[in-house]
């Protein structure tokens, strides 16, 4: 089974700009649909982002719209998440996950997640 390591988390000021990458070893993101969530202390784990098995297809929430980007380099078997214009409320721990869906399919949904990364932290200072 595929196994996910996050890193690239760190302290940033507000207005700043952080790269998060996911490296998956033990099989190819290929095969699998993968995307961010992030959990604030005391909240629910939301989903931000979320990128097809292929990369045609994205899904973001509404906060990540016009500041995140997820792409993927088959590659460097990585999915990133490019961040900028970062906020306080951008503070939480950021989890890579990945979901076995159909080639042409993109899920938000925490439930089709089987598989996840430790998690990288994120904080932004105001």
């Known amino acids: 089974q595929v196994q996910l390591v996050e890193s690239g988390g760190g302290l940033v000021q507000a207005g700043g700009s952080l790269r998060l990458s996911c490296a998956a070893s033990?099989?190819?993101?290929?095969?699998?649909?993968m995307a961010w969530f992030r959990q604030a202390s005391g909240k629910v784990r939301e989903s931000v982002a979320a990128?097809?098995?292929?990369?045609?297809?994205?899904i973001y929430s509404d906060s990540a719209k016009g500041r995140f980007d997820i792409s993927r380099d088959r590659n460097r078997n990585t999915v990133y998440l490019q961040m900028s214009s970062l906020n306080p409320e951008d503070t939480a721990v950021y989890y890579c996950a990945a979901a076995r869906v159909a080639i042409l399919s993109v899920t938000d949904s925490e439930n089709d997640y089987a598989y996840w990364g430790q998690g990288t932290q994120v904080t932004v200072s105001s």
């Open positions: 990128i097809s098995r292929r990369g045609g297809r994205t």
């Open positions: 033990g099989g190819s993101i290929g095969d699998y649909a």
